[in-house]
């Protein structure tokens, strides 16, 4: 009955790497969020994903940030050429929706914290 | 557009009462959700209100008003653990899409 797991729970690395960072969600959640939150700062949306259907990439800030997922199981975000402006804790969410979930609550991940340098 | 407005910063004392406000402007409305964060931790779910009223649970409520766009996280008995930032945030499904609108965040430090 594990939550939502995410990995690394931290990443340093040099500007203009790639990285990569996963998100497990909660087992039968259908629904998929990363968000992004700077330090002090407010949650910000980066992409959406529920089941099947075309995810939502309306937050992503750049060309530079994709995400995947691979049916209603793990997923990853992917950061290239990676620029100070970047670092920030990446938080994952998981949400059960459909018939019998009436709230919609989303369960967060620990986070990855990313410095860039 | 979509906007979600809360205090940035609120302070109070070891057993007292606090009330942290939030009004919406959204596109769509599927429930209200507070949610508090401890510094370096994950937001963890507190309350959901879809329904005008008052919703108590423990020492946390949680009241809406949709036709004024309005909503409170009332906490008693405060205890310095309770310290945290408080997220408002309105659920505005379109579809299948279903995302959370979020507001910036309330940081409440509490004193002895």
């Known amino acids: 009955g594990a939550g939502v797991s995410q990995s690394p729970s931290n990443k340093v690395t040099e500007k203009g790497k790639d990285v990569e960072l996963r998100c497990d969600p909660i087992s039968g959640h259908t629904a998929l969020y990363w968000y992004r939150q700077r330090l002090g700062q407010g949650l910000e949306f980066l992409i959406y994903f529920q089941g099947n259907s075309a995810p939502d990439k309306s937050g992503l800030p750049s060309d530079r940030f994709s995400a995947e997922r691979t049916g209603e199981s793990v997923s990853t975000l992917t950061i290239q050429r990676t620029q100070q402006e970047d670092s920030a804790v990446y938080l994952c969410?998981?949400?059960?929706?459909?018939?019998?979930?009436?709230?919609?609550?989303?369960?967060f991940g620990p986070g990855t914290r990313l410095t860039v340098t | 557009g979509q906007n979600i407005d809360q205090p940035t910063e609120m302070t109070a004392t070891e057993g007292a009462i606090v009330q942290i406000n939030c009004t919406y402007q959204t596109s769509g409305f599927n429930g209200l959700f507070w949610y508090q964060q401890h510094a370096g931790e994950a937001p963890t779910f507190l309350s959901y209100n879809v329904l005008d009223g008052l919703e108590e649970k423990g020492r946390f409520s949680s009241f809406l008003s949709r036709s004024k766009g309005y909503s409170y996280l009332l906490l008693k008995e405060l205890q310095m653990k309770d310290s945290a930032s408080y997220l408002c945030a309105v659920g505005s499904y379109a579809g299948n899409n279903r995302k959370l609108i979020w507001g910036l965040g309330t940081s409440l430090a509490v004193n002895p």
């Open positions: 969410a998981s949400s059960s929706v459909g018939p019998g979930t009436p709230t919609y609550e989303q369960y």
